[in-house]
């Protein structure tokens, strides 16, 4: 089966630098995502690694390390607006869906 | 590009009841998924075509839910003798076959009395 772990809860204040970490457990491994969900709307794609290292897409970058079954999104200059739901997500290779986290609640403050 | 649309978005009904929910992916994406959430946890896979095929069914899935999708566009999900512990947001997703990104819709809010 698969299995993924992250921090239920994260809080920050406007303009500073979180990370929200994923470990995670699978037979086979085709790659992690990344999804923001706000309060009552549809979870939508951040980002996604399928191979180690770092991808950058404006103030939100995302890490994994396939060795280590771990990943993390980076959030720089936290706004208001990131306050939200983080999911990761992983696909197993033998399947074609993915499989998500529970989520971390990020709690942005002025 | 209108995005994945699904509706009802808000469905109230008594138990023992029959509910379909209906969605609509992105036209060129020929995957479609189903998932389900509930508060304080992330989307739970239920089930997936491939145009019109059904792929995969997750073992979760209680043989009271039934997902079609007939000619490989819209996608219909139906739950049989609804119990409370059915109340959930039902979401529905789209891909392109070798794509990494799924696609979420609103989803379809599911309370069960």
């Known amino acids: 089966g698969q299995s993924l772990e992250q921090p239920s809860e994260v809080t920050a204040v406007e303009g500073a630098i979180v990370q929200i970490n994923c470990t995670y457990q699978?037979?086979?491994?085709?790659?992690l995502s990344w999804y923001q969900q706000h309060d009552g709307g549809a979870p939508t794609f951040l980002s996604y690694?399928?191979?180690?290292g770092l991808e950058e897409t404006g103030r939100f970058s995302s890490f994994l390390s396939r060795s280590d079954s771990y990943g993390y999104l980076l959030l720089q200059e936290l706004q208001m607006k990131d306050s939200a739901s983080y999911f990761c997500a992983v696909r197993d290779t033998g399947y074609s869906t993915l499989t998500f986290g529970k989520g971390t609640m990020l709690l942005v403050s002025p | 590009d209108t995005g994945v649309s699904q509706d009802p978005r808000h469905k109230i009904t008594k138990r023992g009841q029959n509910v379909t929910f209906r969605c609509d992916p992105i036209?060129?994406?020929?995957?479609l998924y189903w998932y389900r959430q509930t508060l304080g946890q992330g989307p739970e896979f239920l089930t997936y075509f491939q145009n019109e095929a059904q792929l995969e069914k997750s073992r979760l899935l209680s043989d009271r839910f039934s997902a079609e999708r007939p000619k490989g566009s819209f996608s219909t999900l139906e739950i049989q003798r609804t119990e409370q512990g059915d109340s959930a947001m039902y979401l529905c997703a789209s891909s392109l076959e070798a794509g990494n990104t799924i696609y979420f819709g609103e989803g379809s809010w599911l309370t069960v009395v």
């Open positions: 036209s060129e994406h020929n995957r």
């Open positions: 690694n399928a191979l180690d």
């Open positions: 699978t037979s086979g491994f085709y790659g």
